[in-house]
Structure formats: structure tokens, C-alpha cells
């Protein structure tokens, strides 16, 4: 039987203090006082009677009680979400919601297509669909404010407790705008010599990138900007001699128009997958299935394998 002594609070601020791992952190994301979010750690561990966290100069971390916690602490505060959306949804006329979280790849290419198929099999839904990099999707997906998120598979630290599935897969190209002068003579050693827009610390395709550009002896590139933001580098490259390093799908369009072109380098070992990812305990809604459909459909209609 729960106990009824636990409160939604013992598990935002357990829950908050491990995502951020700073007792100080957590304090500043719920507005609160570290007095404050201290105690109510402490009511907690009071209550289950055993130490859930241990806290070093180097700031906190998870016991073994503590991690089995987490677990399902995430899992209901998950849940406790859904369950208001759902009654935000009746509130509002009964229109039911979908919240999708798309990278930036997934977002440009396939999502237009998707969205499409969407509408057409599911006009009486309203379709969320927020961008950005994995991190900041998957944190929302945790927290309940995503259904799904679509992207490349990420670090396996950020895949916890986060169910994927495969769809197909993506390389990651060298852009640069038509009439670069690197085009002339393609020599992957003078990257160095050019602005490169570069993927930003914690991005799906930052390992990979590093991991390519060591194992043919480029090392630190100095003259880079970093960056996940598909606007900033479809401008910046069409304006400037900089190299873009970004997947492939954020700029089939403009490759497709001839505006920027790829490199001519074999990228392959840089190929990764591409999934869905949604919390596993979550029963699928109608909604969801819908879209998987309207998906299947896209990727057939954009020539993706699965």
C-alpha cells in the first residue's frame, strides 16, 4: 500500500535533484530554497527508511535504493501528466493532442511528410511537434510534455528508461553553399582553413563527428561555430565560405535546389540510426498508433528504409 505520507513534491524534488545533480541546481529549477529541497529529501528518505542519494564535494549521487526509485519516480510523475493533459483535452472540446519532439533532421525532412498523412487520417487531433537538440527533447519526453520524440539514438547515459525503435538510417554531410571554393579541390585536410558550423556539445551526432574527423587527423578546429539550430546554418551558409557538419536530412531541400551542395566524402562510418523513442511504460493512445501509420506512410512516400 503507498504510503500516504509521500507528497508529489518528495518526488519532483528527488527527481530534479537527479537530473541535475546538485542539491543547488534543483533548488533554482523549482524555486526553491537548498534548506528547503534538503528537508524534503530528507522527509523522504525518513519515510522509505533508507539513504537514497550521497553527496560528495563533487555534488550527488544515486544509491542503489535510490536508483530503483528514480525509476519509478519518473514513471509516475510521467503518468500524474498525461492524466492532466487528458483532462486539459476534455476541457477543450474533447480535441485530443499529440506531442511530438523531432530533431533537426527528422524535423526538415520527414516531419512535413508525416504531419501531412497525419492530418488527413486524424483531422480531429491537434498535432504538437517541438524541435530541438536530444537532450532537451528527451528531458521533455521524461517529464511527460512530449508523447514521442523522433531522432538519432543518442549516448547510451541519455537512453535510460528510454525505449527506441529503429526506422531507418541518416548520414552526416559536409555542406557548403554552390560555388564554395573547396568544391574545386575537395581535399577533407583543409577543413581547418574554414569556418565550420559544428554540432553543438550533447547533439546526437557530436561523437560521431569527433570520432570521423580523428581517424583522419584533423584535430581541434579552432575557427568553429556551434550549433544545432537548421535556420542559423542555412543562412550562414549560403552567405559565407563556412562548412556546415550536419545530418543529412536537415538539408535535403536545399540540396535538392541546388542552394548547398555535400562535399564529396565518404561520411558512412558517420551513418547512424534513426528511431522512435517514447517512456516504456506508456500505453499507446489512438492518437499514437494513428501516427505510426501516418509515418510508415512517409518514410514509403520519401523513398526511407526501414
Known sequence: ??????????????????????????????????????KTLKELEEILNVPLLTRSRAGVSLTRHGDVFLHFAEMSLASLQ???????????QGRARLAVGALPSVAAGL????????????????LQIMDGPHGYLIDRLRR????????????????????FTQLYNEEVRFIVRAGHPLLAAPELPRIPEYQVIYPSQGSAIRPLVERFLISHGIGRIDKRLETVSGAFGRVFTRRSDAIWIISAGVVANEI??????????????MRGPVGLMRRPETAQSPQDQVFQIALRNAMKDLGLNG
Open 1 to 38: 500500500m503507498l504510503d500516504r505520507r509521500i507528497k508529489i513534491r518528495h518526488l519532483q524534488c528527488f527527481v530534479e535533484i537527479c537530473r541535475e545533480r546538485s542539491m543547488k541546481s534543483a533548488a533554482e529549477k523549482l524555486n526553491l530554497t537548498q534548506p528547503a529541497i534538503s
Open 82 to 92: 498525461q492524466a492532466v493533459a487528458g483532462v486539459e483535452d476534455l476541457a477543450g
Open 111 to 126: 516531419m512535413p511528410a508525416v504531419a501531412a498523412h497525419f492530418t488527413e487520417l486524424s483531422s480531429g487531433t491537434t
Open 144 to 163: 511527460g510534455d512530449l508523447d514521442i520524440v523522433i531522432g538519432r539514438l543518442g549516448p547510451s547515459d541519455s537512453m535510460q528508461n528510454i525505449s
Open 256 to 269: 535538392a535546389d541546388g542552394h548547398l551542395v555535400a562535399l564529396p566524402w565518404d561520411t558512412s562510418m
